[in-house]
């Protein structure tokens, strides 16, 4: 029997293919359907304290409209209502998830102030979240900050999480740093748990009919996996965090690549939403498949073979490669 | 007790009275009306929060159709055995009377929980006096009645102990509005003192007499003359006991919280020679004053009738003190033709039977929460000290018709020194009640402190204005009525000072805190001269802040309250500032405190940019300003506006004599023309070079202030320099012009119909044919081109296609300016009707929005045309609408029929070719009745010049020969709900009726109670959790008929379908119903996407469009047609923009995700049904034969 198990964050999980956040994973409904599917873990759809100020203030904004401003109605809504806050909602979900799963479900939180930040993470982990995953995301659209100050505010964030609640983080980090495996030590040190590469960002077309920006997020491709594929090999065993891989993954080749790589986990969205939870299954067989015809016994013996903390020169290893792509580029014929 | 369970609180009378009706009750059956439906709602809301009562169970709370249906459900769970009770007022009481006969004649204790209320007369009114309880006198309940906040929550529970001993049934009575929404400080009665007034063996007693199939009993039996009289007499004893077992009551009641009431309570000098008696919050106000006229000397008093049924002479007697001379007896009722009004006969005979002399009076005051005062009082007792004191008279008005009224001095200060009294003018919108509600709750937190607020509201449900009066000190708050001299006015919005004499109530050195968009050192100039004379006069301090700029910046809208609010904390001195401030701060968060930070934070920035931008003026010496309050209304305007309308809106309706009303209720239409309200600051403008006019505005304008009209090149001469005007794009009008023309002081700001405008500038993202602009540049530029714009023809009727969006634009709307909210969904559809048949329209129109944006004064939207024709309306009732409207429709025909007779008899007189032509015209279409008006005036001229009794008939009922229109008019709330059975009745006679459901499935002029409309998985209130049963299917219900024309129509989503609908309802010669899908405040949405929203509802199939006209099946074809197109976005896409159905994802999740699959279900399948009908062959619908 090939054994499939592996470690993340410190949670044991019967096999490394994780459902990353997802729509699939708003609601209670759709979680467990991920659970019976096979997921090893759940990742639920993060939880951005910008929407849920946005949302409890348009929520507010309309529930106050017209309230106390005739003597018939002194309101339009039943008066509990009123009470209610978008975190809420989500929270309910993930504590009654948590409750009726036996994998992990795992929290997303994007904050965008300190306290929010903190605050969302204690009622995460009251709701009962295996770990919380920090989805750093934040455009830097002032140009007069450097990477350095942005990547403190980050690091300060994971601090603080840190010091506010005592599960399991990942962070869940973007590709576009100067030195990205130095930014990974830092979080690190810092008190991430584990690292999850790389998180895909919102950038909006423009609709040509209305010249207005059209925000929309295409699915990933098979082809996206390069980039995590390389910082994963890169950071291996080297940072003393576990790996999460996502981007990119259609087939069990995709999961097997990661794993070669260095990846404890490996997380799918686009896969799922293009052939539905049930795909799970077919990533898992293929992985086994895999192993199996490669005469390997288990995913520890296949993670990390390809790692760069294995090969002597890593450095030299990606330039190398660089070199012969560039050499290589039309000798066959191409 | 302990020091904790003693605790004082603050509220108001309903909340004080639901929470002991909660706790002693297991089931509640109710219906919404004003001013009892927040009792109701409290108790639904507990229900659902799951809060026990003191047996720990749960009560039920259960919404019925109508206050009739409550009051059987009532009677049904008494006999079943339950504890019951219900919330009601005015017509709602009248409603239940049947069953308050058969609940008292079977001795079932209840109590019935009543915001007393005035009934619909000559008027409808919401608020405030005791017509209604008095009207169902005669049930055989007991009736108890409160003065005070404190009063209504200590007697509820003192009538539910009564009850369940003497098994006599009990109206508890609290006056509507001014103590049901007063909030006071009051002290709660503790579970356990609430517990130990309740006897257990006596609901034991209640549930064994329940019907029960384990020991059967006959109940609600059928009488002969030989047994009825003998049994109706039995109940004497129990009756006989009751005056006692009240007062039983109110001593345990005494033993247990310290409280201690009477049956008749006195207050006053211990010998009077004068007495007032009356019942209510008048008392208070009676007694307050007789205190401070008896601690002058005065020899006067006052006796409150606590318990006025069974009406107890004994206890009355003895509590009139022997030395009383005189007597007068307020009567807060009208009975018109009787000896007196009800109190005043009780008092007299209970006098006469004992043989006591005294001299009694009788009058009536406070009729529709008119403010009862201690002048007013003092007035009463100098005219029993007259040698001839008037009898039946009034007080509070001026009655110069029949010289009933009493003199009195409106600003006679009884109050104590300690009390501080202060107002705040604010806006329906800037939050000013919610933060005053707030500040009482602040002021009286600390105990020994008390405090009070009162909240009047204008009648708009857009711009509306409201006036805060709170009160604060360290006794209880004891002054029922309006305050007259306040020390702190706050005015929170800068315009009222241009209409309203704000300052009128401010007592000299009073504090005046003004939000002004002007700064500290400017502001002064912008003061009308009255209001500059007020601040030097009586020596105010001024204080000015931009709060309207500061909750801009701060990005919390419209919403000024937490900035004003703290500016009267940190100017006031009621507290200590820094206390002040931590505890408004507190209060934020514990409002806002589950949502996030953000709102919070705002709100916290709010209160410390409050105390950063509020500046003290120095006050000149002298007044400068040059201009002053703007005039109500234009010094041009009628008579009849000027000297009523224009005092009313200018907040002098109070003064108003008795001889310049109507003495039958009947008012000129279309004075909301005069009242220019300027309720936005951003208003539509029309851009004309990228118009394709359309008039895709025009017709989902809902205040009626886009107007277009066409006209010669020639028609531009004399106009102003900025008057728009484009070439017109119509094919046949070479060399005309187009003019679209925004009325600006009209216009809500709504942006409806820039939502709307299907242009989209090529060159501006974003930029449509019609936008929202700043009102203030362009207003006097505009008043001149509204001005112009008036003086250009009309377009002529009969030249204006009325079958397309495009045409109607040109029709003169006869509804216009009205007050609904800004945004309305329902005002475009009535627009349109008046638009189409506006000249020989007659409206019956159900109580609900539609009443009171239609009919509410000061000033009504429905006007006559130039040619003086227009909409007749008229308000009956909320349940009988259907009926009323029918009416009109029998006594139209019956007298058209007459008209045709005795036309018909004489041909040989007036010419029979014209008599003919009229007998045999056609009156269908625009040119039919344009050319059937020309004979009429023809025959009319001819009939004028004859003096036989046939013509001069003929002449009176000569308008009948024009076909009439009517319209019955109403919401779900009528249609479904209420008024269900008389909607389904006339629509099963065969007569030409046009009913209009404006749908916006919820009671929205009572604040968003369920209806049988409310749709699936819809949060309302009755339905918190979710409504989890389907709506109402009215338009196949109708269609099962087989001959009434049906259509289910949404202007936002295909307006050419509306119009096709209107047009076939109006011309189809039997029964119509049209359900117009109505976009609402309630359903939580930005108003200015409802019509966008309009259109999603019929695009997911949720609110498919269609007609069933029998004519077509008359001609053997299908008679319905779908039009609107299969589903093509998904129902989520449409409701959860709307928070209606948005909140159960937070209040339930799953149970949100659960509902709205049923409801695609049950979306999908309707949509199927639909088309399955849509192609069945047209024999397959029930035949619609030829009348013969």
Known sequence: ?334 | MTGAAMATETMDGNTAVAHIAYRVNEVCCIYPITPSSPMAELADEWSSKGIRNIWGGIPVVQEMQSEGGAAGAVHGSLQSGALTTTFTASQGLLLMLPNMFKIAGELTPAVFHVAARSIATQALSIFGDHQDIMAVRAAGFGMIGAASVQEAHDLALIAQAATLKSRVPFIHFMDGFRTSHEVNTLTLVPDEAIRAMIDDDLVRAHRLRALSPEHPVVRGTAHNPDTYFQARETTNPYYAATPEIVQTAMDRFAELTGRAYRLFRYEGHDAPERLVISMGSGAEVARETARWMAAKGDKVGALQVVLYRPFSTADFLAAVPDSVKSIAVLDRTKEPGGTGEPLYQDVVTALAAAGRAVRVIGGRYGLSSKDFRPGMVKAVFDELAADKPKNNFTVGIDDDVFGTSLDFDPDLDIEPEGTTRALFYGLGADGTVGANKNSVKILAEEQGRYAQGYFVYDSHKSGAETISHLRFGGAPIQAPYLIRQASFVACHKFEFLEKLDVLGAAAPGATFLLNAPHPPDEVWDALPRSVQAHIIDKKLKFLVIDASGVAQELGLGPRVNTILQTCFFAISGVLPRDEAIARIKASIEKSYGRKGGAIVRRNFAAVDAALAQLHEVEVPKEVTATSDLRPPVPADAPDFVRRVTGEMLAGRGDAIPVSAMPPDGTFPPGTTSYEKRNISDEVAAWDPDICIQCGQCSIVCPHSVIRTKYYEESGLEGAPDAFPSAPINARGFPGSRYTLQVYVEDCTGCALCVENCPVNSPTEPGRKAINLVDKRPILETERQNIAFFETLPLPERSRVNFANVRGVQFLDPLFEFNGACAGCGETPYLKLLSQLFGDRLQIANATGCSSIYGGNLPTTPWRAGADGRGPAWSNSLFEDNAEFGLGFRLAIDKQTETARSLLEGMAGEVGDELVQAILTAPQVTESDFTAQRQRVAALRTKLEERTDEASVTLLSLIDYLVRRSVWIVGGDGWAYDIGYGGVDHVLAQDRDVNLLVLDTEVYSNTGGQSSKATPLGASAKFAAAGKRVPRKDLAMQAIAYGYIYVAQIAMGANPEQALVAFREAEAYPGPSLILAYSHCIAHGIEMRDGMKQQARAAASGYWPLFRYDPTRRRRGENPFRLDSPRPRLKLEDFAYRELRFRVLTKLDPEGAATMLRQAQAAADERYRNYEDLAGRDGSRFLPNWEQP
């Open chain 1, 1 to 334: 029997v090939t054994d499939l198990a592996t470690d993340y964050l410190g949670l044991k999980l019967a096999h490394p293919v994780v459902a990353s956040a997802s729509p699939l994973a708003r609601q209670f409904d759709g979680i467990r359907r991920l659970e019976d599917a096979g997921a090893a873990a759940i990742v639920m759809p993060s939880i951005y304290e910008e929407e849920i100020e946005a949302e409890d203030a348009a929520f507010s904004s309309l529930m106050e409209h017209g309230t106390l401003a005739q003597p018939e109605a002194a309101g339009y809504f039943p008066g509990h209502s009123a009470e209610l806050g978008s975190l809420e909602g989500r929270v309910e979900t993930l504590h009654r998830a948590a409750a009726a799963c036996d994998v992990p479900v795992i929290a997303s939180l994007n904050g965008s102030t300190p306290t929010g930040w903190v605050e969302f993470a204690h009622q995460l982990e009251d709701a009962g979240a295996a770990a919380i995953e920090l989805n750093l995301y934040r455009v830097p659209t002032d140009p007069a900050r450097t990477g350095e100050e942005v990547e403190r505010d980050w690091l300060e964030t994971v601090r603080l999480v840190r010091n506010a609640v005592s599960l399991p983080l990942a962070v869940k980090l973007g590709p576009w740093l100067s030195s990205p495996g130095n930014f990974a030590t830092k979080l690190v040190e810092n008190g991430a748990n584990g690292l999850v590469m790389f998180n895909r960002f919102y950038e909006p077309d423009i609709d040509l009919q209305t010249l207005t920006p059209q925000p929309d997020l295409k699915l990933s491709r098979a082809y996206e996996i390069r980039q995590p594929l390389l910082w994963i090999a890169l950071l291996a065993r080297r940072i003393g965090a576990s790996l999460a891989a996502t981007s990119g993954v259609e087939t069990h080749e995709e999961v097997v690549k990661y794993l070669l790589c260095g990846a404890d986990v490996v997380m799918t969205t686009s896969s799922l939403l293009r052939h539905g939870p049930e795909h799970i299954a077919t990533l898992k067989s293929g992985l086994v498949d895999w192993i199996d015809q490669r005469g390997f016994d288990s995913v520890a013996d296949i993670r990390g073979r390809l790692a760069a903390a294995r090969l002597a020169h890593p450095e030299a290893y990606v330039r190398a490669q660089y070199v012969s792509i560039l050499t290589g580029y039309g000798q066959d014929g191409k």
